[in-house]
Each structure stands twice: as C-alpha cells, then as structure tokens.
C-alpha cells in the first residue's frame, strides 16, 4: 500500500515537473492533468485507507466493549454450601476443584445423611485431645 501511494507521488511529482518545463501547450495540458490526477489519486487513497483503519479500530473497539460487557454481567461461579452433616468438622475441605466440590477425603461428594459416622470436632481444644489420644 505504501509503495502504491509513494509511487504515485513520485509520478505525480515527475508529471507536474514535465509540465512546468516544457515549451509544448499539449505536453504541459497533458502532463498537468496526469499530475493532477496521480496528486488526487493518491491523496484519496491516503484518506481511505486512514478511514478503512479508523472504521477497523472502531469495529474492534466495540468487541472489546461487548466482551468487557459481557464478563462484568457473568454471574460468578456459586459457592458451594458446606453440608449440614460437615458443620464444625475437622476434616471438611469444602475447595472446588474442575467444578467438582471436594468434601472430605473420606466422603469426597459428602454423606447422604445427616449425621456422618467420621465427624470429628473442629475446634482446638478437642483436636489437641485427641491427637494426644493417638500419642498413647
């Protein structure tokens, strides 16, 4: 594209020239509208290209915008509710992993129940009890 357009320029410089130093009126008329010509064809050609570049920028601005639009309005992914039978239990994970919710290493999709059989307290005094229990 570059080079359509500065050939142009050239040939539009070499035409106006011809035109001022001849001595002939049909050469001068004739390389003043080829002058001309490649002068106002080059120039449009800068213009539309310019437009065409405006109108590309334009276009991929409006998808940037959609697509920011679109993530701002996209609902984040719901935390899972830790089960009833896992309140307060030392080994619940309750961490998604490939939207999967990983709830204990002994119930990995929890219990049907709501009592588990494998609960154990979470709360400090009771684990350093019974960690001591398995010291014995």
Not at 36 to 48: D, K, Q, R
Not at 58 to 75: G, N
Request: glycine share 8%.
């Amino acid at each position: 594209m570059i080079g359509k357009v500065a050939l142009g320029g050239i040939c539009a410089g070499l035409a106006l020239c011809v035109a001022v130093r001849s001595d002939n009126e049909v050469v001068r008329a004739a390389a003043a509208v080829a002058g001309s010509c490649s002068i106002g064809f080059t120039v449009t050609t800068l213009v539309l290209k310019r437009q065409q570049e405006r109108k590309t920028r334009e276009v991929h601005a409006d998808m940037y915008i959609e697509m920011l639009r679109q993530m701002h309005t996209q609902q984040p992914p719901a935390v899972p509710q830790q089960p009833p039978a896992c309140r307060g239990c030392y080994h619940y994970h309750g961490r998604v992993y490939g939207g999967n919710l990983l709830v204990c290493a002994m119930h990995p999709y929890g219990v049907e129940d709501d009592r588990c059989d494998d609960w154990q307290n979470n709360e400090a005094d009771d684990l350093d009890d019974f960690h001591q229990d398995d010291d014995i």
